[in-house]
């Protein structure tokens, strides 16, 4: 239960939340200790408490919190369903409306429907970690529309439109993690129609024949990663030592090798802490002074 307010606040409100914030971001007390402490500090920490929300390993807040405190999440990631508890796969479209100002998504919860799909076109990404491959067979860039049958979405109504193209969810991304292994262009092409993308990503398993058409069609490009992923998934983001470095066919300064384990980095991404972009664009700026 929620305390009443003082009569008398001790300290100016603005001064009162900022100790509050300093305490919480020198980690040695948590948001959600705060929460009783009054009714303004509760609305204080709220932010806090779901400006990062991770769906992993069965840990994952009620859909109904969501619901109702949906709008403070900033980054969100969302990882196989088999292993979350409160949300269910059919919800997904649910939480995307209930976290309508996420600006990096993690989707990493197989494969995609287009009801599923549908629901992104609200959002307004910047950072998005999510199957290149799938997204890629669901657009086609002359008219947006559903291109080809998603071997697993043969159940989905043809008249379903994927309604992405042209909206803000194109204009806004800068960075993507393509999570996938990629074989061709033709299965990332999507790539090319992001306006705005400066950083990308693929596993290190993808053909590099990728590389050029990816550097030709998409010049705004500062940064591509090919990333080996840990078997580790709280290995934190380095360079990949020479000695283990893949015989790439162009050589391009903005081209880095990277291994990772991927829920660690992209936490440490969320919480502004060095993650593969910011590791990849180091290693580009000192090549760029030698």
């Given at each position: 239960m929620i305390e009443r307010e003082s009569n008398t606040p001790l300290l100016p409100p603005e001064l009162e939340r900022e100790i509050f914030l300093s305490a919480v971001a020198s980690s040695k007390v948590t948001a959600s200790q705060l929460l009783l402490i009054a009714k303004r500090v509760y609305h204080w920490m709220l932010p806090?408490?779901?400006?990062v929300v991770i769906c992993y390993q069965g840990k994952c807040p009620p859909?109904?919190?969501?619901?109702?405190?949906?709008?403070h999440v900033r980054h969100l990631l969302l990882a196989p369903y088999d292993t979350v508890k409160?949300?269910?796969?059919?919800?997904l479209p649910d939480v995307l409306t209930f976290c309508p100002n996420v600006r990096n998504l993690a989707l990493w919860t197989g494969d995609y429907d287009l009801e599923q799909l549908n629901a992104l076109h609200r959002l307004q990404l910047t950072h998005l970690s999510a199957d290149i491959i799938q997204l890629s067979r669901y657009h086609n860039p002359e008219n947006g529309a559903a291109a080809g049958d998603n071997p697993t979405s043969k159940d989905i109504p043809r008249s379903m439109d994927l309604k992405i193209t042209g909206t803000r969810f194109f204009s806004s991304l800068t960075h993507v993690d393509t999570t996938a292994s990629v074989e061709n262009w033709k299965e990332c092409h999507i790539l090319s129609q992001l306006p705005n993308l400066t950083?990308?990503?693929?596993?290190?398993?993808?053909?590099?024949k990728i590389l050029e058409p990816l550097l030709t069609n998409c010049?705004?490009?500062l940064v591509?990663?090919?990333?080996?992923?840990?078997?580790?998934?709280?290995y934190h983001a380095e360079e990949v030592g020479e000695d283990e470095a893949s015989n790439l066919p162009v050589h391009d300064v903005r081209v880095v090798e990277l291994s990772c384990g991927f829920v660690v980095d992209w936490k440490a991404g969320a919480n502004g802490e060095m993650d593969i972009w910011r590791v990849g664009e180091e290693v580009v700026k000192r090549r760029m002074r030698n």
């Open positions: 806090i408490m779901y400006k859909l109904e919190s969501l619901r109702r405190h949906g709008e409160h949300i269910q796969t059919a919800q950083h990308v990503s693929f596993d290190s398993a993808s053909n590099p010049p705004k490009l591509v990663i090919l990333v080996q992923g840990n078997d580790d998934w709280d």
